[in-house]
T-cell receptor
């Protein structure tokens, strides 16, 4: 157990639907990062939050949004889902900028049918 | 163009043998370089993290080297085991980034009996 908790582990939904992925960072970590990994692809950075504020944005689609709550957990909202959104979505956390390293969760596998 | 290039793309080795994975990067200014191991369908797990002043770092049978002048790193796996079968990802952090790490595409290692 890495200390980063992601729920749900698996999600199957239909095109056009909306889903919410949840991430609880490791205790003491203020930064949360979201990554997307499509089949046989590398990790693609989506967005980062630090202590409730957005700090960095990557290749995140406009249909996707995220937020970090006062208790530091984060949610990634995916709407108007398309088949191509099927992927593993990972959350990672770090104390600050991540100089000491990131800790990844075990991921949420999203399948859009 | 990806700022982190890994080679080879994939590798098959016999159990008990050694292997070396390569990572070349162009990220500048450079803060640190990390190697992660990712089992299929699981979140990446940190193996090593090195700053520009570190030349080598070991974690069990894994030894990473870094040449900040040539912007090259390698990960050496000694006496490979079947459990070493995984994707090995090189991740580089720029000195002025707030978490937007640059990920390599990974090297897929398969250890056969």
């Amino acid at each position: 157990d890495s200390g980063v908790t992601q729920t749900p582990k698996h999600l199957i939904t239909a095109t056009g639907q909306r889903v919410t992925l949840r991430c609880s960072p490791r205790s003491g970590d203020l930064s949360v990062y979201w990554y997307q990994q499509s089949l046989d692809q590398g990790l693609q950075f989506l967005i980062q939050y630090y202590n409730g504020e957005e700090r960095a944005k990557g290749n995140i689609l406009e249909r996707f949004s995220a937020q970090q709550f006062p208790d530091l957990h984060s949610e990634l909202n995916l709407s108007s889902l398309e088949l191509g959104d099927s992927a593993l979505y990972f959350c990672a956390s770090s104390v600050g900028r991540g100089a000491g390293g990131y800790t990844f969760g075990s991921g949420t596998r999203l399948t859009v049918v | 163009k990806n700022q982190v290039e890994q080679s080879p793309q994939s590798l098959i080795i016999l159990e008990g043998k050694n292997c070396t994975l390569q990572c070349n990067y162009t990220v500048s200014p450079f803060s640190n370089l990390r190697w992660y191991k990712q089992d299929t369908g699981r979140g990446p797990v940190s193996l090593t993290i090195m700053t520009f002043s570190e030349n080598t770092k070991s974690n069990g049978r894994y030894t990473a080297t870094l040449d900040a002048d040539t912007k090259q790193s390698s990960l050496h796996i000694t006496a490979s085991q079947l459990s070493d079968s995984a994707s090995y990802i090189c991740v580089v952090s720029g000195a002025d980034s707030w978490g937007k790490l640059q990920f390599g595409a990974g090297t897929q290692v398969v250890v056969t009996p």
